[in-house]
């Protein structure tokens, strides 16, 4: 954190002096760089330089402006076009406007009004920025930002105290986390009521023992969950009972006979499960409530030996998941297991025999061509003795996880396949013969090497990485790989059931999108406690019906309007429900703004909420119907988005006199009052007699722009730079207005424009004499026609744009006198291109 000088009183008035070198200048800016007192004088010390004004110019405009030597600054020859320049308000590291050593406060000050949520952050997790910016961001509205200062380390002690009281559960975790967070802080948080954060401060260093052991008494003495009656926890609660490895058998049974179907799953598939338990999971009504202890290890043989003959999709895929069937009954599940079940298998099995079996009755020729899973199965299995294992683990289709299970395993894998093996799938890579015995030797087969970062990014983006990538980055400690992974088509069920309880919502959203999971995860999802996890469920085209009909009365909007569609096919009403003012106005904007279908839109364009009927209006599944009703909303900003789209002509006439300047605008710029001709884009004359003579220069431009009156042409060179502009870009200007327009003509802008391809020698050279900023010198010294002609190069050879005499100089043929004055340039850059 930035901490005052001593010096700092007297370089102040040092900073003060008229007189102070400029080199001192930025020295005593770099120096109290968190000083908004400092930065202020030297923007005002004339002795300030042309570069470091323009700094100031920028992020403290109106202390620049009274700097005495401004008229000096705006003489510099590229003023107009540098002085122009807004500052960056979006964070790149490339950008280096803001030094992370010392970033000067005004810059800091401006990026934290303008800049987005990613600058902002920056701006925040800079260690020498001073103590009131901090302060100044504690009550942001922006949970994210908040998180960034708690990882500060170098906080005082009343601002963690504030943090960790803070709504946002990341920000106290983060805080709980901070290394130097202070004991009054952690005293908080230890008592925080999410157990995670409490457990984070209890165990900290610099927490209290006193806290500590008030801590952990309160929460001994406050009855836990398996403590409490099943009859008094929720959904969550008891999902959380029953994947709590530390549950007692008393309360799985009990949990096994619970009403929920998704709760005895989890009493089904816990790691202690009692074969009581998993005996009378087996027979439930519910035949995908089976498949739980299909998938438990645990589960006695006699009745996986009864699962096994049910034909049953769930039930097979969770037997194929299961590690403890022995290899007779994976032979047998594979001669009847269905074609995701079998999938499943010939991932997961240890056997090769499996596989065989799974690839036995495959039709060999062009029948069994047909690259299915089952082709790339065979084409692995025999690759164990060609070694030709690269192409199948390359392959875009091909990536399966069995594909490196058996590669991984085999003595003809290739070099450049083993080492990543190696690395990322050990359990499988130990099985390989060769392998296997360099470790019982205590030597190293081969140095395990992973992938680069790129092609892991594009493999995981792709959803699409390697099996072996995506079961190594599911089973990691990275939030974000693993989360991507979750997504990959190559992982398989199992490393999937974890998810459905994840902390983090957007990894269950990635979960719900999935089309290949058992109805459990469908279930699981279904209750989530958020809309958006259950809004993905209710979009998923796999989903079952029985899951969606849960959905119907839903809280949130958008869930309910999706399940409806879903379970009407699209033909029956929009939703079972009013949607019109009903729950979050965000979530029935979000659905206004997403939706194809247009009875939702006809029903939310009468809400009450303005986000909601803006998205309608935006919406370009909107009927004209709609909009012309729209048109007349209370809201400017919806009028706006309906006046640049309505095709009504009377309307849109109408809305030219709206009362909102930016209504008439959008109105005026919709782009049915235009059309091609030849090409070029042209308007009707009565629209141009609408808006001509119209308050708003705007409107006026696009009259000037398009008009073939001369009389009005006249008038508009006079007009402000909005309608010069628009003058200048109009293709009916004969070359005699032209020129009258250049002599009477100030805009930059205009100017360039005018002369922009011109024949006109007259209308050249009046444009030229003009022409001062570097931002419209394109038309002058790109012409390269004019630049060759005598009268032009011996009038430009002075002109006072370096740009224009450069370009000039670079002409292969010049008159005398221009080469001899250009040779004589200021600029050695000019000269040097005469050489």
């Not at 925040?124 to 961001?137: A, H, V, W």
């Not at 370096?802 to 005398?816: C, F």
Request: aromatic share 6%; with cysteine; hydrophobic share 40%.
């Amino acid at each position: 954190m930035y901490q005052r000088q001593p010096e700092y009183e007297q370089d102040l008035v040092l900073a003060k002096d008229p007189n102070t070198a400029s080199d001192t200048l930025r020295v005593l800016l770099a120096k109290h760089h968190g000083e908004r007192e400092m930065a202020e004088t030297i923007a005002r010390n004339p002795a300030c330089d042309y570069l470091l004004f323009l700094q100031f110019w920028k992020f403290l405009p109106e202390i620049a402006a009274t700097n005495p030597a401004l008229s000096e600054y705006q003489a510099q020859e590229h003023w107009q076009d540098q002085s122009s320049v807004q500052p960056r308000l979006s964070y790149s590291k490339w950008s280096g406007e803001i030094s992370a050593a010392k970033p000067e406060i005004h810059k800091a000050e401006y990026i934290m009004q303008h800049g987005n949520g990613a600058y902002q952050r920056y701006i925040m997790s800079l260690g020498p920025i001073p103590e009131y910016l901090i302060r100044d961001y504690l009550e942001s509205k922006s949970a994210p930002l908040r998180k960034v200062i708690a990882g500060r380390t170098d906080l005082p002690a009343d601002i963690q105290e504030k943090l960790a009281a803070d709504s946002a559960k990341t920000v106290r975790k983060v805080l709980a986390e901070n290394a130097s967070a202070t004991g009054s802080a952690l005293a908080t948080l230890a008592m925080d009521d999410d157990q995670e954060i409490a457990g984070l401060a209890q165990q900290h260093p610099n927490c209290p023992d006193d806290v500590i052991v008030q801590a952990r008494t309160q929460a001994s003495a406050a009855p836990g969950l398996a403590d409490t009656a099943i009859e008094a926890l929720n959904f969550a609660q008891l999902a959380a009972l029953a994947s709590d490895v530390d549950t007692p058998e008393d309360k799985l049974m009990a949990l096994g006979q619970h009403d929920d179907p998704c709760i005895r799953f989890l009493a089904g598939i816990h790691a202690h499960a009692p074969a009581a338990l998993l005996t009378g999971l087996a027979e439930d009504q519910l035949k995908w409530v089976r498949a739980a202890p299909a998938l438990n290890t645990r589960t006695p043989v006699s009745v996986i030996d009864k699962l096994l003959k049910q034909k049953i999709s769930d039930i097979q895929v969770a037997l194929a998941s299961n590690s403890s069937l022995s290899e007779e009954q994976q032979l047998q599940l594979a001669l009847v297991a269905g074609d995701r079940a079998a999938y499943e298998l010939a991932n997961m099995t240890q056997y090769d025999s499996v596989r065989e079996r799974l690839v036995a009755d495959l039709p060999t020729g062009k029948a069994g061509a047909k690259k299915t899973w089952r082709y790339y199965l065979r084409e692995a299995l025999a690759a164990r003795k060609t070694g030709k294992f690269t192409s199948l683990q390359q392959g875009a289709k091909s990536r399966h996880l069995f594909v490196s299970r058996i590669a991984a395993r085999a003595e003809s894998c290739p070099d450049n396949l083993i080492v990543h093996y190696a690395y990322y799938c050990f359990e499988d890579y130990s099985q390989n013969p060769l392998a296997a015995l360099a470790l019982l030797e205590g030597k190293s087969h081969v140095k395990p090497i992973p992938y680069r970062e790129w092609k892991i990014d594009k493999w995981l983006t792709e959803k699409a990485a390697p099996g072996f990538i995506a079961r190594y980055y599911i089973r990691g400690d990275d939030p974000k790989r693993r989360a991507q992974a979750v997504s990959s088509w190559t992982t398989p069920l199992l490393d999937l059931l974890p998810f459905a309880l994840d902390a983090d919502t957007n990894t269950r959203k990635r979960l719900a999108e999935r089309g290949d999971l058992i109805q459990f995860l469908y279930e699981m999802l279904a209750r989530d406690e958020k809309s958006g996890v259950r809004e993905q469920i209710a979009k998923n085209k796999k989903v079952p019906k029985s899951v969606l009909e849960q959905f119907s009365n839903d809280k949130a909007t958008t869930v309910r309007t999706q399940t409806s569609m879903r379970l009407s096919g699209g033909d029956g009403p929009a939703v079972a429900q009013p949607l019109v003012n009903q729950g979050s106005a965000t979530e029935r904007a979000r659905l206004a703004k997403k939706t194809d279908d247009k009875r939702i839109l006809a029903e939310l364009s009468g809400d009450r909420a303005a986000s909601v009927r803006l998205s309608v209006a935006k919406n370009s599944y909107t009927e004209s119907e709609i909009l012309n009703r729209l048109a007349g909303d209370s809201e400017a900003k919806i009028r706006a988005v309906v006046a640049a789209r309505m095709k009504d002509e009377s309307i849109r006439r109408t809305m030219l006199m709206d009362e909102d300047k930016t209504v008439r605008i959008a109105a005026a710029r919709n782009g049915r009052w235009y059309r091609r001709e030849n090409n070029v884009r042209t308007c009707d004359a009565p629209f141009i007699e609408l808006i001509c003579h119209a308050d708003d220069e705007e409107l006026r431009a696009i009259a000037a722009e398009y008009t073939d009156n001369p009389a009005l042409m006249k008038q508009y060179m006079s007009d402000s730079e909005t309608v010069t502009i628009g003058l200048a870009r109009n293709g009916n200007l004969t070359e005699e207005l032209k020129i009258e327009f250049a002599k009477r003509c100030d805009s930059q802008i205009a100017l360039a424009a005018l002369v922009r391809n011109t024949e006109s020698e007259q209308l050249f050279l009046i444009v030229a004499d003009k022409i001062s900023s570097r931002k419209a010198d394109d038309p002058i010294r790109c012409h390269g026609e004019m630049l060759s002609r005598p009268a032009v190069q011996d009038r430009l050879c002075t002109h006072i744009l370096t740009s224009v005499r450069l370009a000039l100089a670079r002409q292969k043929v010049l008159t005398d006198h221009a080469r001899a004055t250009l040779s004589q340039d200021n600029d050695k850059w000019v000269r040097a291109e005469l050489r």
